[in-house]
């Protein structure tokens, strides 16, 4: 197996929706706002080798949206999806899966492209599997107000319309060396892989642990539909990856790509961050 860092862009969200309660005078140490008060983000994605397979986790926000859109989220940084892929000497027509960890726009938006013409919008990746599951494809394509915004039907229905969609049920996994944890508190049932690598195990946080500055149980951001079980669940996957000295990778920390935790007087906190190759053993 073989692991790459797919960088896709940087964007930029509320500070304060982004720590929730947390007050901004601790958040802006961590990492500090802009006069409108937005801070940078990263849209990092993982490509995986794994025998015949390539998968690729996530997809960053895409292309396509018009200028207003991107005028609300400054997206900016010279990497993109594609061209990240193509650094690592690979093509869109070699992806073989597609693991989509939930349908915000953030993380499906580069799932889909516009055809040559201009015509229509297609799978990014023609030769692809894209996964999600039953309970959260239903939520994404009916959504609540509150989360309607983030459930954009030009990212998702074409998945569904081309024949490359499948379901992942509770509990499994189409994977080998990728293990799914299902979480309900940031959107219903997103899925953290769990990446068997050598003798160590990758959680991939999505939005469950955004960055390395929201281990802290209380670090929740507003964005959460229920932030108690938000709560609830990051308990108990830091607890796991004490336990198991798993590595935690961040989607959207703008420095830091994983990290590993400890056990503190004020509960379990980050022991270390960094580069997620200093982390892997060789």
């Known amino acids: 197996m073989k692991i790459h860092i797919i960088d896709t862009g940087f964007f930029k969200l509320d500070g304060g929706a982004m720590f929730g309660v947390v007050p901004k005078t601790l958040w802006n140490k961590q990492n500090p706002a802009d006069e409108k008060n937005l801070c940078s983000w990263a849209m990092r994605c993982l490509l995986i080798e794994d025998g015949e397979k390539l998968i690729l986790v996530d997809t960053g926000m895409g292309n396509k949206q018009d200028d207003k859109f991107f005028s609300h989220y400054d997206l900016h940084g010279d990497a993109t999806l594609l061209s990240s892929i193509e650094d690592k000497g690979f093509s869109p027509a070699d992806i073989t899966d597609v693991l989509l960890t939930h349908l915000h726009f953030d993380h499906v938006g580069g799932a889909v492209q516009f055809s040559r013409d201009g015509s229509r919008l297609d799978p990014t990746f023609p030769n692809a599997v894209y996964w999600t599951n039953e309970a959260h494809w239903q939520w994404a394509t009916n959504p609540n107000p509150r989360e309607k915004a983030s459930f954009l039907k030009e990212n998702i229905l074409p ?124």
């Not at 490359?164 to 509990?171: A, P, S, T, V």
């Not at 955004?210 to 959460?224: A, E, F, G, R, T």
């Not at 229920?226 to 920390?253: G, N, S, W, Y």
């Open 159 to 282: 998945l569904e319309e081309s024949g490359q969609l499948r379901f992942i049920g509770q509990g499994e996994s189409p994977f080998e060396n990728i293990g799914l944890l299902h979480v309900d508190g940031h959107t219903e049932q997103m899925m953290l892989p769990v990446i068997q690598y050598k003798n160590q195990k990758i959680i991939y946080c999505a939005d469950l642990f955004p960055s390395s500055y929201h281990v802290p149980i209380p670090w929740i951001m507003s964005y959460d539909m229920r932030p108690l079980q938000t709560m609830e669940e990051k308990q108990r996957v830091l607890q796991q990856a004490l336990d198991e000295q798993c590595i935690l990778f961040f989607e959207h920390d703008p420095v830091y790509e994983a990290a590993l935790v400890e056990q503190t007087e004020k509960g379990i906190r980050i022991h270390e961050r960094g580069a997620l190759r200093d982390f892997i053993a060789s």
